[in-house]
Structure formats: structure tokens, C-alpha cells
């Protein structure tokens, strides 16, 4: 099962909006709304940000939001704050044997 | 409050044995899938195991099949990770995950819930 694609860096000026691009196949995520997305910072755990391609969780930030079409998921930042430098990672239910699979990761830097 | 604690990573030759345990409290442990998810330094996340709440289904990744054992003991709240046969490919910090909910009817879904993670070194 390979990763998703993601590329590898995004940047953005403070109070700019940012998207980044996940991109699967049929099998993963093009073939179901199970996409999610994880913000990493240096050290840390991952944290979830979005689930079910476009749903927050309690307490994250409403300038994170999802989207997907076909087979590449999108999360945009809006509104772009320091604290927002971070890995960025997607995630995805499959259909093949392995259950689930990640995405290649990308480091965002605010100019 | 959710948390979920590793431990048991170390420094292990290759072709060794670990155990990685990991404690949950703050939510209803049985019924919740839960998953390891590893990641090696400097290097993005790969997803290893998922298993569901009752700890009937496991899943693994092609990387570990064969060599990895997933369980749970629900009655102490703790998911297991045995390693068998480690490769200095192994290494990485190991998280444990708590699956969401089981919406939709699909309780593999989402990572809601991540731990510290564990480190695993695998050298000689």
C-alpha cells in the first residue's frame, strides 16, 4: 500500500490562506469519506484537526476546513497564525489489506 | 480526560524481541477500536496495527505482517504491540491511537486520540 501524495512544503504569509493537496487512488481515498488530517508539531503527537473529509473536532480552530474531489483531499488554513508551523499529515481507510494509510506529510512555514 | 500512556520501547539488537504497552483511561476502552501508528526519525507517520474493541479483528501493515502481534486486555485497559524479529527499520517512536466512533458503521475512521509515544531502537 503506498502513502498518499502530499507535497513536501507550503508557505504562507501570516493572515494568508494555505491549501494543501492529499492525493490517493479509488481504493482509499476517492472511494470512501473517511479522509482525515493530523497537525504535528516539533516533538509532539500528532493531533487531529479534521475528520470525514470536512468535520472539526471540538476546539479546533474554524480556519482549518476540508474538502475532496475524486481522489485528492484538501485542507485549507485560513487566516494563516505562526502557531499554524507545523507537519501537516492526511490519513485515509482502505480498502486494501492494510486498513489505513497516511499521507507523505508537509512541513508549513509562515513567512 | 482521554490518555493513553506508552511504554516498553528500548534499545534491542536486530532479530530481537519487544513488548509495547500502552494504558488508557478517561473513556470506555472496550469499545473503541485502537491502533499503533509509528514513526521513524525524521520520516512521516506509517500506520502498523488496528484492532477492534472486542479484540476479534486485527489488521496490519504489509511492513510488519508476520513479525507483529497486536492485542488488548480490556479488563486493564491496556493494548498490546509484541515485536518479533526486529530490523533496524523498526525504529521509530511508537504511538498508541484511539480510534473515533464508529460512525457510519466504521470504526476505523479517524485517530481521535494519540499518546506520547514510546521510542523503539533497533542496532547492533
Known amino acids: 500500500q503506498s502513502a498518499l501524495t502530499q507535497p513536501a512544503s507550503v508557505s504562507g504569509s501570516p493572515g494568508q490562506s494555505i491549501t494543501i493537496s492529499c492525493t490517493g487512488t479509488?481504493?482509499?481515498?476517492?472511494?470512501?469519506?473517511?479522509v482525515s488530517w493530523y497537525q504535528q508539531h516539533p516533538g509532539k503527537a500528532p493531533k487531529l484537526i479534521i475528520y470525514?473529509?470536512?468535520y472539526r473536532p471540538s476546539g479546533v480552530s474554524n480556519r482549518f476546513s476540508g474538502s475532496k474531489s475524486g481522489n485528492t483531499a484538501s485542507l485549507t488554513i485560513s487566516g494563516l497564525q505562526t502557531e499554524d508551523e507545523a507537519d501537516y499529515y492526511c490519513?485515509?481507510?482502505?480498502?486494501?489489506?492494510?486498513?489505513?494509510?497516511f499521507g507523505t506529510g508537509t512541513e508549513v512555514t509562515v513567512l | 480526560e482521554v490518555q493513553m500512556l506508552e511504554s516498553g520501547g528500548a534499545l534491542v539488537q536486530p532479530g530481537k524481541s519487544l513488548r509495547l504497552s500502552c494504558v488508557a483511561s478517561?473513556?470506555?476502552?472496550?469499545?473503541?477500536?485502537m491502533s499503533w501508528v509509528r514513526q521513524a526519525p525524521g520520516k512521516g507517520l506509517e500506520w502498523v496495527s488496528g484492532?477492534?474493541?472486542?479484540?476479534?479483528?486485527?489488521y496490519y501493515a504489509d511492513s510488519v505482517k508476520g513479525r507483529f502481534t497486536i492485542s488488548r486486555d480490556n479488563s486493564k485497559n491496556t493494548l498490546y504491540l509484541q515485536m518479533n524479529s526486529l530490523r533496524a527499520e523498526d525504529t521509530a517512536v511508537y504511538y498508541c491511537?484511539?480510534?473515533?466512533?464508529?460512525?457510519?458503521?466504521?470504526?476505523?475512521?479517524?485517530?481521535?486520540?494519540w499518546g506520547q509515544g514510546t521510542l523503539v531502537t533497533v542496532s547492533s
Open positions: 491511537a484511539k480510534f473515533g466512533d464508529c460512525s457510519g458503521g466504521n470504526c476505523y475512521s479517524y485517530f481521535q486520540h
Open positions: 478517561g473513556f470506555t476502552f472496550s469499545s473503541y477500536a
Open positions: 484492532i477492534g474493541g472486542s479484540g476479534g479483528n486485527t
Open positions: 479509488s481504493s482509499d481515498v476517492g472511494g470512501y469519506n473517511y
Open positions: 470525514h473529509v470536512s
Open positions: 490519513s485515509s481507510f482502505t480498502s486494501t489489506t492494510t486498513l489505513y494509510v
